[in-house]
């Protein structure tokens, strides 16, 4: 089963208006991921938080993780166009394993 | 090359035959991982190569499915008896593992339909 689970499962939005989607997931992590996917692409990282930080900005993205409620959300501001895409959160557990488990992913429609 | 390279880009074949998709990591990328993602579907973990320890294997379907990668470089996975069931997109991925967290490059995918 997946580590991960994205809310909403699908946005749709205005050019230039806010995009928030969360993340939330079962077990202790180390750290938490963010992934984009254009249709039909691989995907390209945007943004990593580790569990002791709290909050992290990347441009016009805002990463927040809350340890206790096992949740990150991830916000795009003033969303584009081509901020179009399935987006993903990844986390990477603690102890011996590196394996990085994906969620089920948002997929942003911004309408122009 | 400059990143990760999967071939076939597409393959289709025929229900029971076996087949081979190719990974060639960013060069001196120690860990490399396989997922597998059907239509509209989020990443299924398949299995993750360290350096030279033993592969975490524990999200492979079935016993049709393997996976080596040699050298520490390429990675070979390979399904045998094809099934309808095997038709997805199979992404490879590598990544630094001590170094920036960690974050995982992906190849563009091999997209496998099985007839």
């Known amino acids: 089963s997946q580590q991960g689970e994205e809310d909403p499962q699908a946005l749709s939005i205005q050019e230039g208006e806010n995009a928030t989607m969360n993340c939330s997931y079962k077990?202790?992590?180390?750290?938490l991921q963010w992934y984009r996917q254009n249709s039909g692409r691989g995907l390209v990282h945007l943004i990593l938080?580790?569990?002791?930080?709290r909050e992290k900005h990347s441009g016009r993205l805002r990463v927040t993780l809350d340890t206790s409620k096992k949740s990150s959300s991830l916000l795009i501001t003033a969303s584009r166009a081509a901020d179009t895409a399935s987006y993903f959160c990844?986390?990477?557990?603690?102890?011996?394993?590196?394996?990085?488990?994906f969620g089920t992913g948002t997929l942003l429609a911004v309408q122009p | 090359g400059a990143g990760v390279s999967q071939s076939p880009s597409n393959k289709v074949t025929e229900k029971g035959k076996d087949v081979e998709l190719r990974c060639d990591p960013i060069?001196?990328?120690?860990?490399l991982y396989w997922y597998r993602q059907s239509l509209g579907q989020g990443l299924e973990f398949l299995i993750y190569?360290?350096?030279?320890?033993?592969?975490?294997k524990s999200g492979l379907p079935s016993d049709r499915f393997s996976a080596e990668r040699t050298g520490g470089s390429v990675s070979t996975l390979t399904i045998q008896r094809t099934q309808q069931e095997d038709s997805a997109v199979y992404l490879c991925?590598?990544?630094?593992?001590?170094?920036?967290?960690?974050?995982?490059?992906f190849g563009e995918g091999s997209r496998l339909t099985v007839l």
């Open positions: 060069s001196g990328h120690t860990a």
């Open positions: 991925a590598s990544s630094l593992v001590l170094g920036r967290g960690g974050e995982l490059f």
């Open positions: 077990t202790s992590i180390n750290n």
């Open positions: 938080i580790r569990s002791n930080e």
């Open positions: 990844a986390t990477r557990r603690g102890g011996a394993t590196n394996k990085l488990i």
């Open positions: 190569f360290q350096g030279n320890s033993a592969p975490d």
